[in-house]
């Protein structure tokens, strides 16, 4: 409703106002975690694995996608979205790394690596809504539904979206308490815990917002939601950094966030290359092959990072 009536187009509306607000179980659980619990380990985990989880919900909406392989149907647009998550999640890798040498460096409890975040997320904002700028009036054109939202009103439309983004927050919070109560009770890491339990749980709105999408026909905002819910989802580790209110976040990281993170890059990669290579072969199966390359390097992700943990 919000990319019809403001005509932002829903490639935006999808990369940054839904991702955002499906990305807000992150942030609630994450500060939680981080300023009440003092679990950086298990808010960075909860981010990456979401990561990972919004790579592989492809998949699902791949078979969820009737006319076809999902990924060879959305306008290339989404690469911009693929090639800047590539460019953050580089930077989570480096801070992992290099997070203790520079663990002091920052501005108003900001490191230098969320920094660094912050400004290529809000350059990458820019250069996504510039993009679908440019092609709004076609994405209106292509995808309107045969649905009239024209007894709704914005001011509606926009209550109604903030009164869930509320809800959600609220759940967010609860939620952290129980993922730390899952680490102490079963001896899991931190990490773990986060990147599998968590991660899956703050990810059910993207896989509630992508596959409601698909069923109206808005394939590219549901694609919009993945990729931009994972740009989201690293700048607010940024915010983690400043509630941590020690300035050592990056350097309390395990190498397990680290190693989720490039395989979020690897990941992102596949989709990157499908949206390129859309005369890929069929497989003998309703899922694409990029469908099965993201699930099974999901499934390889969780079980390396049990092994680390």
């Known amino acids: 409703m919000l990319a019809d009536k403001t005509g932002l187009g829903r490639a935006w509306v999808g990369a940054l106002l839904i991702a955002g607000v499906t990305s807000l179980p992150e942030l609630a659980t994450g500060v939680s975690a981080v300023a009440w619990l003092g679990q950086p380990n298990l808010a960075a985990g909860a981010v990456m694995g979401s990561c990972l989880f919004n790579l592989a919900l492809i998949a699902m909406m791949d078979l969820a996608y009737q006319p076809g392989r999902i990924l060879a149907k959305v306008h290339d647009g989404h690469i911009l979205s693929g090639g800047l998550g590539i460019l953050l999640l580089g930077m989570v890798a480096m801070g992992v790394l290099v997070g203790a040498q520079y663990s002091g460096v920052g501005i108003l409890g900001f490191g230098l690596i969320s920094i660094l975040i912050l400004v290529i997320y809000a350059i990458g904002a ?152 859309r005369l890929s072969p069929k497989t003998p199966f309703r899922v694409s092959w990029d469908g099965i390359a993201l699930v099974a390097m999901y499934l390889g992700s969780i079980v390396m990072l049990y092994f680390l943990g």
Not at 229 to 252: E, H, Q, T
């Open 126 to 277: 820019r250069m996504i809504s510039t993009v679908e700028q440019a092609r709004q009036i076609e994405v209106l054109d292509q995808e309107a539904q045969a649905g009239d939202y024209a007894h709704i009103s914005a001011r509606k439309a926009w209550l109604v979206f903030l009164f869930s983004a509320v809800a959600v927050v609220g759940l967010g919070i609860w939620l952290s308490t129980i993922g730390d109560r899952i680490a102490t009770t079963t001896g899991l890491s931190a990490s773990f815990v986060g990147n599998l339990f968590l991660a899956t749980s703050t990810s059910l709105p993207e896989i509630a917002v992508s596959l409601a999408a698909i069923r109206i026909g808005a394939i590219d905002m549901a694609i919009a939601n993945v990729l931009g819910s994972n740009m989201f989802n690293i700048a607010i580790l940024s915010i983690y950094d400043v509630a941590d209110g020690k300035a050592n976040f990056w350097a309390s990281l395990t190498n397990a966030n680290g190693f989720a993170a490039v395989m979020a890059m690897m990941m992102t990669g596949v989709v990157i290359v499908s949206l390129m290579y």
